[in-house]
Structures are given as structure tokens and as C-alpha cells.
């Protein structure tokens, strides 16, 4: 079984970086699918990027294509979302997130789709 913990988030100003990581315990089968998603306040949680766990094969949201890049370590359960140049919208909770799946396929962008979920980490981008 695996479960996503050990998100860890920060403060930044915009135009800056900041790098999380989710450290995965258990297991992760080569077809699982992994994922960041986001909340902010007052609004559902969406789609950030996501990952296929052998392959590699990535996908991210519109919103944070070409800032954003999401990677991983297959031999430390490491997945990480490198986030780069920063906004004020980008403020929000963000999650990492597991699909598990018998086979490779497309990548969900729904966070129903998805059955192992870390605890959160809030990033917060002041002007």
C-alpha cells in the first residue's frame, strides 16, 4: 500500500522558486500514475501535473505549463514539482496524489480518479 506523506511546502515571493517533494511509502507500481493537485481558498481543488511512474510520460495543466515541472525518483518513492517563476495565484494548498492502475493509460486530470493522497502542504506567494 502506498500513501503520499512528507510534502513540504514554503513562502516565496512571486518571480521565485520553490521545490516540493512527497515522499511515497510502500510500494509504487510501474503503471501507477502520480500527481500534484492544488486548492486554494475558496475553491476546488484542481489539477497541477502528473506523471506516469514508468515511462515518465507527463502532463500539467495549462495554467502552469512551462513554470512548472514535475519529476521523480523511482528507486527513493520520490516525486517532486519543481515551480518556477512563481505567481500570486499560485498560492494554494498543494497535494501530491496516487492513482493506481493494472495498466498504463491516460493520465486523469480528475482528483476522483486518484486513490492515495498526501496530507497538504500550503506554498504561499507574496507580491
Known amino acids: 500500500e502506498c500513501s503520499a506523506a512528507g510534502v513540504w511546502g514554503g513562502l516565496v515571493q512571486a518571480g521565485g522558486s520553490l521545490r516540493l517533494s512527497c515522499a511515497a511509502s510502500?510500494?509504487?507500481?510501474?503503471?501507477?500514475?502520480m500527481g500534484w493537485f492544488r486548492q486554494a481558498p475558496g475553491k476546488e481543488r484542481e489539477f497541477v501535473a502528473a506523471?506516469?511512474?514508468?515511462?515518465?510520460?507527463?502532463m500539467y495543466s495549462d495554467s502552469v505549463k512551462g513554470r512548472f515541472r514535475i519529476s521523480k525518483e523511482n528507486a527513493k518513492n520520490m516525486l517532486y514539482l519543481e515551480m518556477n517563476s512563481l505567481l500570486v495565484e499560485d498560492t494554494a494548498d498543494y497535494y501530491c496524489?496516487?492513482?493506481?492502475?493494472?495498466?498504463?493509460?491516460?493520465?486523469?486530470?480528475?482528483?476522483?480518479?486518484?486513490?492515495?493522497w498526501g496530507q497538504g502542504t500550503l506554498v504561499t506567494v507574496s507580491s
Open positions: 506523471i506516469i511512474w514508468r515511462g515518465g510520460k507527463v
Open positions: 510502500g510500494d509504487i507500481f510501474s503503471t501507477w500514475i
Open positions: 496524489a496516487a492513482e493506481i492502475r493494472s495498466r498504463v493509460g491516460p493520465i486523469s486530470t480528475t482528483s476522483s480518479a486518484y486513490d492515495y
